[in-house]
Protein backbone atom coordinates (compact mmCIF):
# COMPACT_ATOMS: atom_id res chain seq x y z
CA UNK A 1 0.00 0.00 0.00
CA UNK A 2 1.32 3.52 -1.08
CA UNK A 3 2.07 5.65 1.64
CA UNK A 4 -0.20 8.51 0.90
CA UNK A 5 -2.75 5.76 1.08
CA UNK A 6 -1.74 5.28 4.81
CA UNK A 7 -2.06 8.42 5.65
CA UNK A 8 -5.70 9.97 7.45
CA UNK A 9 -8.08 11.48 5.45
CA UNK A 10 -8.33 14.56 7.06
CA UNK A 11 -4.43 15.24 6.99
CA UNK A 12 -4.81 15.21 3.04
CA UNK A 13 -7.03 18.31 3.51
CA UNK A 14 -4.53 21.71 3.24
CA UNK A 15 -6.55 23.53 5.95
CA UNK A 16 -7.47 20.60 8.78
CA UNK A 17 -3.47 19.66 8.35
CA UNK A 18 -2.37 23.38 9.12
CA UNK A 19 -4.58 23.38 12.02
CA UNK A 20 -3.36 19.80 13.35
CA UNK A 21 0.14 20.93 12.74
CA UNK A 22 -0.21 24.17 14.53
CA UNK A 23 -2.01 22.13 17.68
CA UNK A 24 0.83 19.76 17.57
CA UNK A 25 3.54 21.85 18.12
CA UNK A 26 1.67 24.08 20.77
CA UNK A 27 0.95 21.11 22.54
CA UNK A 28 4.43 19.86 22.93
CA UNK A 29 5.48 24.07 23.85
CA UNK A 30 3.14 23.41 26.56
CA UNK A 31 4.94 20.09 27.73
CA UNK A 32 8.01 22.43 27.70
CA UNK A 33 6.60 24.92 29.55
CA UNK A 34 5.28 22.44 32.64
CA UNK A 35 8.74 21.53 32.78
CA UNK A 36 10.51 24.88 32.48
CA UNK A 37 7.72 26.87 34.57
CA UNK A 38 8.74 25.22 37.93
CA UNK A 39 12.16 24.59 37.44
CA UNK A 40 12.43 28.64 37.33
CA UNK A 41 11.18 28.91 39.98
CA UNK A 42 13.17 26.04 41.99
CA UNK A 43 16.51 26.01 40.48
CA UNK A 44 16.88 29.91 39.68
CA UNK A 45 14.75 31.65 42.32
CA UNK A 46 14.51 28.88 45.19
CA UNK A 47 11.03 28.75 46.03
CA UNK A 48 9.83 26.87 48.62
CA UNK A 49 6.70 24.69 48.88
CA UNK A 50 4.52 27.92 49.82
CA UNK A 51 6.13 29.80 46.52
CA UNK A 52 5.09 26.79 44.22
CA UNK A 53 1.56 26.24 45.77
CA UNK A 54 0.69 30.15 44.38
CA UNK A 55 2.43 29.52 41.10
CA UNK A 56 0.41 26.39 40.55
CA UNK A 57 -2.79 28.65 41.67
CA UNK A 58 -1.82 31.20 39.04
CA UNK A 59 -1.55 28.46 36.57
CA UNK A 60 -4.95 27.05 37.83
CA UNK A 61 -7.33 30.41 38.27
CA UNK A 62 -7.66 31.58 35.25
CA UNK A 63 -9.60 28.43 34.23
CA UNK A 64 -12.14 28.95 36.56
CA UNK A 65 -12.36 32.55 36.19
CA UNK A 66 -12.63 33.37 32.62
CA UNK A 67 -14.25 30.44 30.62
CA UNK A 68 -17.59 31.59 31.09
CA UNK A 69 -17.27 35.07 30.51
CA UNK A 70 -14.76 34.53 27.52
CA UNK A 71 -17.34 31.74 26.64
CA UNK A 72 -20.23 34.95 25.89
CA UNK A 73 -18.02 37.30 24.43
CA UNK A 74 -16.52 34.53 21.87
CA UNK A 75 -20.15 33.80 20.46
CA UNK A 76 -20.48 37.41 19.69
CA UNK A 77 -17.54 37.71 17.69
CA UNK A 78 -17.54 36.76 13.86
CA UNK A 79 -13.69 36.15 13.99
CA UNK A 80 -12.64 33.67 16.46
CA UNK A 81 -9.35 32.70 14.21
CA UNK A 82 -8.19 36.08 14.20
CA UNK A 83 -8.57 35.87 18.08
CA UNK A 84 -6.91 32.94 18.46
CA UNK A 85 -3.78 34.08 16.87
CA UNK A 86 -3.40 37.51 18.80
CA UNK A 87 -3.78 35.35 22.01
CA UNK A 88 -1.01 32.50 20.62
CA UNK A 89 1.19 36.01 19.45
CA UNK A 90 0.26 37.36 23.10
CA UNK A 91 1.53 34.35 24.61
CA UNK A 92 4.75 33.99 23.21
CA UNK A 93 5.37 37.89 24.08
CA UNK A 94 4.75 37.07 27.63
CA UNK A 95 6.94 33.94 27.95
CA UNK A 96 9.52 35.76 25.99
CA UNK A 97 10.35 38.47 29.04
CA UNK A 98 11.03 35.58 31.62
CA UNK A 99 14.37 34.55 29.67
CA UNK A 100 14.54 38.17 28.77
CA UNK A 101 14.56 38.92 32.69
CA UNK A 102 16.85 36.37 33.38
CA UNK A 103 19.58 37.18 31.17
CA UNK A 104 19.67 40.52 32.83
CA UNK A 105 19.08 39.38 36.23
CA UNK A 106 15.98 40.90 36.98
CA UNK A 107 13.65 37.56 37.27
CA UNK A 108 11.39 37.69 39.98
CA UNK A 109 8.92 35.16 41.62
CA UNK A 110 6.39 37.70 41.00
CA UNK A 111 7.27 37.88 37.07
CA UNK A 112 7.07 34.41 36.78
CA UNK A 113 3.24 34.04 38.55
CA UNK A 114 2.09 37.29 36.44
CA UNK A 115 3.38 35.35 33.26
CA UNK A 116 1.65 31.93 34.33
CA UNK A 117 -1.70 34.37 35.03
CA UNK A 118 -1.55 35.94 31.69
CA UNK A 119 -0.41 32.81 29.97
CA UNK A 120 -3.39 30.72 31.51
CA UNK A 121 -5.48 33.68 30.38
CA UNK A 122 -4.46 33.29 27.20
CA UNK A 123 -5.03 30.03 26.91
CA UNK A 124 -8.73 29.99 28.11
CA UNK A 125 -9.29 32.39 25.47
CA UNK A 126 -7.41 30.41 22.82
CA UNK A 127 -9.72 27.53 23.60
CA UNK A 128 -13.02 28.75 23.94
CA UNK A 129 -12.63 29.79 20.38
CA UNK A 130 -11.22 26.41 19.42
CA UNK A 131 -14.39 24.42 20.11
CA UNK A 132 -15.85 26.81 17.17
CA UNK A 133 -12.88 26.72 14.71
CA UNK A 134 -12.92 22.85 14.77
CA UNK A 135 -16.31 22.72 14.00
CA UNK A 136 -15.85 25.22 10.66
CA UNK A 137 -13.29 22.53 10.01
CA UNK A 138 -14.30 19.22 10.32
CA UNK A 139 -17.86 17.62 9.04
CA UNK A 140 -20.01 16.05 12.11
CA UNK A 141 -18.52 12.87 10.66
CA UNK A 142 -15.64 12.93 11.03
CA UNK A 143 -15.29 14.62 14.51
CA UNK A 144 -14.13 11.28 15.98
CA UNK A 145 -11.13 10.82 13.30
CA UNK A 146 -10.51 14.79 14.18
CA UNK A 147 -10.13 14.09 17.40
CA UNK A 148 -7.80 11.25 17.08
CA UNK A 149 -5.24 13.04 15.19
CA UNK A 150 -5.38 15.96 17.91
CA UNK A 151 -5.56 13.96 20.92
CA UNK A 152 -2.83 11.20 19.24
CA UNK A 153 -0.51 14.65 19.01
CA UNK A 154 -1.30 15.59 22.71
CA UNK A 155 -0.05 11.41 23.26
CA UNK A 156 2.77 12.45 21.66
CA UNK A 157 3.40 15.41 23.78
CA UNK A 158 3.07 13.64 27.14
CA UNK A 159 5.57 11.18 25.78
CA UNK A 160 8.26 13.11 24.41
CA UNK A 161 7.85 16.62 26.08
CA UNK A 162 8.95 16.37 29.53
CA UNK A 163 12.26 14.64 27.91
CA UNK A 164 12.96 17.36 25.24
CA UNK A 165 11.95 19.99 28.56
CA UNK A 166 14.22 18.32 30.72
CA UNK A 167 17.00 18.35 28.39
CA UNK A 168 16.49 22.14 26.99
CA UNK A 169 16.87 23.27 30.77
CA UNK A 170 19.57 21.44 31.05
CA UNK A 171 21.54 22.93 28.30
CA UNK A 172 19.85 25.94 28.33
CA UNK A 173 18.41 26.40 31.74
CA UNK A 174 14.56 26.78 32.87
CA UNK A 175 14.06 30.44 31.78
CA UNK A 176 15.32 30.11 28.26
CA UNK A 177 14.01 26.74 27.84
CA UNK A 178 11.26 28.99 27.32
CA UNK A 179 11.98 30.49 24.40
CA UNK A 180 10.99 27.04 22.85
CA UNK A 181 7.31 27.06 23.79
CA UNK A 182 7.16 31.20 22.75
CA UNK A 183 8.31 29.44 19.32
CA UNK A 184 5.98 27.14 19.40
CA UNK A 185 3.07 29.83 19.90
CA UNK A 186 4.14 31.46 16.86
CA UNK A 187 4.57 28.55 14.98
CA UNK A 188 0.61 28.03 15.76
CA UNK A 189 -0.27 31.30 15.24
CA UNK A 190 1.33 31.43 11.40
CA UNK A 191 -0.46 28.08 10.36
CA UNK A 192 -3.78 29.68 12.07
CA UNK A 193 -3.15 32.60 9.75
CA UNK A 194 -3.12 30.52 6.38
CA UNK A 195 -6.39 28.70 7.12
CA UNK A 196 -9.59 30.46 6.25
CA UNK A 197 -12.78 28.36 7.14
CA UNK A 198 -16.32 29.61 7.59
CA UNK A 199 -16.78 30.35 10.88
CA UNK A 200 -20.70 30.53 12.40
CA UNK A 201 -22.25 33.85 12.30
CA UNK A 202 -22.11 35.70 15.61
CA UNK A 203 -24.55 35.15 18.27
CA UNK A 204 -26.98 38.23 18.57
CA UNK A 205 -27.15 39.75 21.89
CA UNK A 206 -30.53 39.39 24.06
CA UNK A 207 -31.79 39.46 27.54
CA UNK A 208 -29.91 35.86 29.12
CA UNK A 209 -27.30 36.06 26.78
CA UNK A 210 -24.53 35.36 29.43
CA UNK A 211 -26.16 32.31 31.18
CA UNK A 212 -27.64 30.75 28.18
CA UNK A 213 -24.85 28.22 27.80
CA UNK A 214 -25.28 27.07 31.70
CA UNK A 215 -29.18 26.83 30.98
CA UNK A 216 -28.83 24.70 27.65
CA UNK A 217 -25.88 22.38 29.34
CA UNK A 218 -28.37 22.03 32.53
CA UNK A 219 -31.08 21.54 30.53
CA UNK A 220 -29.68 19.00 27.71
CA UNK A 221 -29.57 15.68 29.56
CA UNK A 222 -26.60 13.74 27.41
CA UNK A 223 -24.67 16.72 28.40
CA UNK A 224 -25.76 16.65 31.97
CA UNK A 225 -24.92 13.48 32.55
CA UNK A 226 -21.36 14.04 30.82
CA UNK A 227 -20.13 17.29 32.98
CA UNK A 228 -21.50 15.31 35.74
CA UNK A 229 -19.39 12.31 35.37
CA UNK A 230 -16.18 14.63 34.25
CA UNK A 231 -16.82 16.73 37.01
CA UNK A 232 -16.61 14.14 39.41
CA UNK A 233 -13.46 12.33 37.66
CA UNK A 234 -11.85 16.02 38.05
CA UNK A 235 -12.50 16.12 41.66
CA UNK A 236 -11.61 12.52 42.75
CA UNK A 237 -8.35 12.36 40.38
CA UNK A 238 -6.43 15.73 41.50
CA UNK A 239 -7.33 14.25 44.64
CA UNK A 240 -5.12 10.81 43.47
CA UNK A 241 -2.45 12.92 41.74
CA UNK A 242 -1.58 15.39 44.82
CA UNK A 243 -0.47 12.59 46.44
CA UNK A 244 0.74 9.75 43.60
CA UNK A 245 3.91 11.38 43.36
CA UNK A 246 4.85 11.85 47.60
CA UNK A 247 2.90 8.07 48.10
CA UNK A 248 5.26 6.38 44.93
CA UNK A 249 8.20 7.97 46.40
CA UNK A 250 7.88 7.83 49.97
CA UNK A 251 6.14 4.50 50.42
CA UNK A 252 6.71 2.30 47.42
CA UNK A 253 10.32 3.48 47.67
CA UNK A 254 10.73 4.86 43.97
CA UNK A 255 13.66 6.85 43.23
CA UNK A 256 12.25 10.42 41.26
CA UNK A 257 14.45 8.76 37.85
CA UNK A 258 12.96 5.42 37.91
CA UNK A 259 9.82 6.96 38.51
CA UNK A 260 9.93 9.35 35.79
CA UNK A 261 10.74 6.50 33.49
CA UNK A 262 7.54 4.83 34.11
CA UNK A 263 5.14 7.66 33.75
CA UNK A 264 7.46 8.61 30.75
CA UNK A 265 7.39 4.77 29.01
CA UNK A 266 3.67 4.28 30.18
CA UNK A 267 2.48 7.19 28.29
CA UNK A 268 2.88 5.35 24.64
CA UNK A 269 -0.65 3.90 25.95
CA UNK A 270 -1.87 7.01 25.22
CA UNK A 271 -0.46 7.14 21.71
CA UNK A 272 -2.10 3.44 20.99
CA UNK A 273 -5.53 4.73 22.80
CA UNK A 274 -5.45 7.59 20.55
CA UNK A 275 -4.41 5.49 17.24
CA UNK A 276 -7.43 2.98 17.87
CA UNK A 277 -10.46 5.04 19.32
CA UNK A 278 -11.60 5.64 15.80
CA UNK A 279 -11.76 1.69 15.35
CA UNK A 280 -13.75 1.05 18.90
CA UNK A 281 -16.05 3.91 18.09
CA UNK A 282 -17.01 2.25 14.68
CA UNK A 283 -17.26 -1.10 16.81
CA UNK A 284 -19.41 -0.64 19.37
CA UNK A 285 -20.80 3.06 18.91
CA UNK A 286 -19.50 6.46 20.44
CA UNK A 287 -21.99 5.94 23.83
CA UNK A 288 -20.84 2.81 24.44
CA UNK A 289 -17.25 4.20 24.01
CA UNK A 290 -17.82 6.80 26.16
CA UNK A 291 -18.59 4.13 28.90
CA UNK A 292 -15.70 2.23 28.14
CA UNK A 293 -13.54 5.04 28.14
CA UNK A 294 -14.46 6.55 31.61
CA UNK A 295 -14.03 2.77 33.07
CA UNK A 296 -10.81 2.35 31.10
CA UNK A 297 -8.97 5.87 32.07
CA UNK A 298 -9.95 5.47 35.71
CA UNK A 299 -10.23 1.43 37.11
CA UNK A 300 -6.73 0.60 36.57
CA UNK A 301 -5.33 3.48 38.92
CA UNK A 302 -7.19 1.35 41.22
CA UNK A 303 -3.80 -0.79 41.04
CA UNK A 304 -1.47 1.93 42.66
CA UNK A 305 -3.10 1.89 45.95
CA UNK A 306 -2.61 -1.76 45.83
CA UNK A 307 0.87 -2.03 45.00
CA UNK A 308 3.01 -3.29 47.57
CA UNK A 309 5.68 -5.81 47.75
CA UNK A 310 9.38 -6.49 45.76
CA UNK A 311 10.04 -3.39 43.72
CA UNK A 312 10.14 -5.37 40.38
CA UNK A 313 6.29 -6.36 41.43
CA UNK A 314 5.66 -2.79 42.60
CA UNK A 315 6.85 -0.63 38.76
CA UNK A 316 5.23 -3.14 37.20
CA UNK A 317 2.25 -2.60 38.67
CA UNK A 318 2.65 1.21 38.34
CA UNK A 319 3.44 0.86 34.57
CA UNK A 320 0.54 -1.26 33.71
CA UNK A 321 -2.19 1.02 35.61
CA UNK A 322 -0.60 4.33 33.90
CA UNK A 323 -0.35 2.38 30.36
CA UNK A 324 -4.12 1.17 30.63
CA UNK A 325 -5.10 4.58 31.98
CA UNK A 326 -3.64 6.10 29.17
CA UNK A 327 -5.20 4.67 26.57
CA UNK A 328 -8.82 4.99 28.40
CA UNK A 329 -7.98 8.59 28.98
CA UNK A 330 -7.36 9.09 25.00
CA UNK A 331 -11.01 7.28 24.31
CA UNK A 332 -13.19 9.28 26.86
CA UNK A 333 -11.72 12.06 25.51
CA UNK A 334 -12.08 11.54 21.68
CA UNK A 335 -15.34 10.39 22.46
CA UNK A 336 -16.41 12.98 24.58
CA UNK A 337 -15.07 15.48 22.51
CA UNK A 338 -16.78 14.76 19.61
CA UNK A 339 -20.45 14.60 21.71
CA UNK A 340 -19.62 17.59 22.51
CA UNK A 341 -19.15 19.32 18.98
CA UNK A 342 -22.10 17.33 17.69
CA UNK A 343 -24.50 18.21 20.23
CA UNK A 344 -23.96 21.75 21.13
CA UNK A 345 -25.37 24.36 18.71
CA UNK A 346 -22.83 26.76 17.23
CA UNK A 347 -25.25 29.81 18.37
CA UNK A 348 -24.49 29.18 21.74
CA UNK A 349 -20.74 26.87 21.28
CA UNK A 350 -18.86 29.32 23.40
CA UNK A 351 -20.82 29.99 25.97
CA UNK A 352 -21.66 26.28 26.59
CA UNK A 353 -18.13 25.52 26.48
CA UNK A 354 -16.85 28.27 28.55
CA UNK A 355 -19.65 27.30 31.11
CA UNK A 356 -18.35 23.29 30.65
CA UNK A 357 -14.65 24.29 31.15
CA UNK A 358 -15.53 26.93 34.52
CA UNK A 359 -17.53 24.30 36.41
CA UNK A 360 -15.66 21.30 35.57
CA UNK A 361 -11.95 23.19 36.31
CA UNK A 362 -13.55 24.50 39.46
CA UNK A 363 -13.33 20.39 41.03
CA UNK A 364 -9.60 20.36 40.41
CA UNK A 365 -8.50 22.72 43.33
CA UNK A 366 -10.68 21.38 45.44
CA UNK A 367 -9.39 17.75 44.78
CA UNK A 368 -6.20 19.12 45.34
CA UNK A 369 -7.10 20.71 48.90
CA UNK A 370 -9.28 17.41 49.72
CA UNK A 371 -6.33 15.31 48.72
CA UNK A 372 -4.00 17.00 50.79
CA UNK A 373 -6.07 17.15 54.01
CA UNK A 374 -6.97 13.54 53.76
CA UNK A 375 -3.64 12.56 52.90
CA UNK A 376 -2.90 14.25 56.43
CA UNK A 377 -5.60 13.08 58.41
CA UNK A 378 -6.26 9.29 56.85
CA UNK A 379 -2.55 8.60 55.32
CA UNK A 380 -1.73 8.64 51.92
CA UNK A 381 -2.82 4.65 50.90
CA UNK A 382 -6.17 5.10 51.97
CA UNK A 383 -6.51 8.64 50.49
CA UNK A 384 -5.45 7.16 47.19
CA UNK A 385 -8.14 4.58 47.87
CA UNK A 386 -10.80 7.12 48.20
CA UNK A 387 -9.43 8.69 44.93
CA UNK A 388 -9.65 6.18 42.89
CA UNK A 389 -12.54 3.84 43.69
CA UNK A 390 -14.41 7.47 43.90
CA UNK A 391 -13.35 8.31 40.24
CA UNK A 392 -14.49 4.68 38.88
CA UNK A 393 -18.04 5.54 39.97
CA UNK A 394 -17.89 8.69 37.95
CA UNK A 395 -19.35 6.23 35.38
CA UNK A 396 -22.59 6.11 37.50
CA UNK A 397 -23.36 9.43 36.30
CA UNK A 398 -23.95 8.36 32.82
CA UNK A 399 -25.25 4.79 32.62
CA UNK A 400 -28.99 6.15 33.52
CA UNK A 401 -28.76 8.78 30.90
CA UNK A 402 -29.36 8.05 26.88
CA UNK A 403 -25.71 8.04 26.22
CA UNK A 404 -24.77 4.51 26.37
CA UNK A 405 -27.83 3.90 23.80
CA UNK A 406 -26.18 6.51 21.46
CA UNK A 407 -24.53 4.72 18.97
CA UNK A 408 -23.54 7.25 16.28
CA UNK A 409 -23.06 10.87 16.11
CA UNK A 410 -26.11 12.78 16.04
CA UNK A 411 -26.66 14.92 12.73
CA UNK A 412 -27.40 18.19 14.04
CA UNK A 413 -27.80 19.27 17.79
CA UNK A 414 -31.62 20.19 17.28
CA UNK A 415 -32.07 16.32 17.28
CA UNK A 416 -30.89 15.87 20.58
CA UNK A 417 -32.36 19.24 22.37
CA UNK A 418 -33.54 21.94 20.88
CA UNK A 419 -31.90 25.43 22.12
CA UNK A 420 -34.89 26.63 24.96
CA UNK A 421 -36.30 29.62 24.37
CA UNK A 422 -34.23 32.28 26.44
CA UNK A 423 -35.92 33.27 29.57
CA UNK A 424 -36.98 36.96 31.22
CA UNK A 425 -33.47 38.55 33.61
CA UNK A 426 -36.44 37.83 36.56
CA UNK A 427 -37.22 36.13 38.17
CA UNK A 428 -34.79 33.34 37.03
CA UNK A 429 -31.42 33.75 36.13
CA UNK A 430 -27.57 30.62 34.92
CA UNK A 431 -21.40 25.92 33.17
CA UNK A 432 -18.21 23.52 34.05
CA UNK A 433 -15.27 20.98 32.38
CA UNK A 434 -13.36 17.35 32.67
CA UNK A 435 -10.07 18.25 31.23
Request: charged share 15%; with cysteine.
Amino acid sequence: MALSARVPGLLREKAFRRYWTGQTVSLMGDQISLMALPLAAVLVLGADAAEMGWLKTAELLPALLFNLPFGAWVDRQARRRRVMILADLARAALLLTLPAAHLIGLLTLGQLYLVAFGVGVLTVLFEVCNATLFVALVPTERYVQANSLVNGSRSMAWLAGPGVGGMLVQVLTAPLALFADALTYLLSAGYLARIRPAEPAPAPVAKGHFTEGLRWLVRNPSMRALFAASGTVQFFNFMFHTLSVLYATRELGLSPGLLGAVLGTAAVGGLIGAACSGAVVRRIGIGPSLVAGFLGFTLPLVLIPTAQGPLPLVVGLLFVAEFLSCAGVMLVDIAAGSLQMALIPDAIRARVMGAFRTLNHGFRPLGALAGGFLGTVLGLRPTLWIGTAGAVLAVLWVLPSPLPRLRKLPEGPEETCPLPTPEPEFPTPAKTDLR
